[in-house]
């Protein structure tokens, strides 16, 4: 992996104590969903996926530190595997586990404006969520009943989405992503399940989970790993 200096251009607060983090580099990264900066931070290495390019040497990726505009970021690379979806199934499920939710943001912002697919977002939280839930405008039938918690964003852009927790939070589905996901599979109607293919991100024993259950319904799956 080559190595760049960062440079922080905007540091903006999001709930959960999540920062998003505008980034700038001398090199054009041209990055994909599923990719994530590794950065040598205070004797560790911290894991930020990015949620969006917005120019050939401009990104913006989702954190947990609060760094002042003008900080350099020497040594930071760039890594992980950038997923493309298959043509031949229409209806894509983008599926995440907590900081990841930024690499499906990434995803669905690319996928949206792409008429062949239609696109909805399933997320699991553990501890802190960074934005702030609301009831979703998008109806989603096959959805369980109560869970109509949905990223504010996604449905700006028209994209239906869910989330799963296991800490009881208001809207949410109380579980995790593989009820969440069951819940809505069955719903679905039969005619569809060939149409679905998955894009998953996240931790590796969350993407493992989700894995065996795609498995088991033959369901086309794509992972990419973004490291806690």
Same mark, same amino acid.
């Given at each position: 992996?080559?190595?760049?200096?960062?440079?922080?251009?905007?540091?903006?607060?999001?709930?959960?104590?999540?920062?998003?983090?505008?980034?700038?580099?001398?090199?054009?990264?041209?990055?994909?969903?599923?990719?994530?900066?590794?950065?040598?931070?205070?004797?560790?290495?911290?894991?930020?996926?990015?949620?969006?390019?917005?120019?050939?040497?401009?990104?913006?990726?989702?954190?947990?530190?609060?760094?002042?505009?003008?900080?350099?970021?020497?040594?930071?690379?760039?890594?992980?595997?950038?997923?493309?979806?298959?043509?031949?199934?229409?209806?894509?499920?983008?599926?995440?586990?907590?900081?990841?939710?930024?690499?499906?943001?990434?995803?669905?912002?690319?996928?949206?404006?792409?008429?062949?697919?239609?696109?909805?977002?399933?997320?699991?939280?553990?501890?802190?969520?960074?934005?702030?839930?609301?009831?979703?405008?998008?109806?989603?039938?096959?959805?369980?009943?109560?869970?109509?918690?949905?990223?504010?964003?996604?449905?700006?852009?028209?994209?239906?989405?869910?989330?799963?927790?296991?800490?009881?939070?208001? /809207? =949410?589905?109380?579980?995790?992503?593989?009820?969440? $996901?069951?819940? *809505?599979? !069955?719903? +679905?109607?039969?005619? %569809?399940?060939?149409?679905?293919?998955?894009? /998953? =991100?996240?931790?590796?024993?969350?993407?493992?989970? $989700?894995?065996? *259950?795609? !498995?088991? +319904?033959?369901?086309? %799956?794509?992972?990419?790993?973004?490291?806690?």
């Amino acid at each position: 992996m080559t190595a760049h200096t960062l440079t922080v251009v905007e540091d903006n607060p999001l709930p959960g104590g999540y920062r998003q983090l505008t980034l700038r580099s001398v090199a054009e990264l041209a990055p994909g969903p599923g990719q994530y900066f590794s950065i040598a931070f205070e004797r560790a290495v911290a894991h930020w996926p990015i949620m969006k390019s917005r120019a050939p040497d401009l990104v913006q990726a989702l954190a947990r530190v609060s760094l002042p505009p003008g900080t350099a970021l020497h040594g930071s690379r760039m890594a992980g595997k950038v997923l493309q979806p298959d043509s031949e199934h229409p209806l894509i499920a983008l599926v995440s586990s907590d900081n990841a939710l930024a690499c499906s943001i990434f995803a669905a912002e690319r996928l949206r404006t792409d008429s062949r697919y239609r696109l909805a977002a399933f997320a699991q939280f553990d501890a802190a969520v960074p934005f702030r839930p609301a009831p979703s405008q998008i109806l989603m039938p096959a959805a369980p009943p109560g869970a109509i918690a949905a990223v504010p964003l996604l449905d700006s852009w028209n994209i239906p989405s869910r989330l799963a927790t296991p800490a009881g939070l208001n /809207g =949410f589905y109380q579980g995790d992503i593989r009820g969440l $996901l069951e819940c *809505w599979w !069955e719903g +679905l109607d039969a005619n %569809l399940w060939p149409q679905v293919q998955m894009l /998953g =991100f996240g931790a590796d024993s969350f993407l493992r989970n $989700l894995g065996n *259950w795609c !498995e088991s +319904l033959r369901i086309p %799956l794509r992972t990419a790993e973004i490291p806690i």
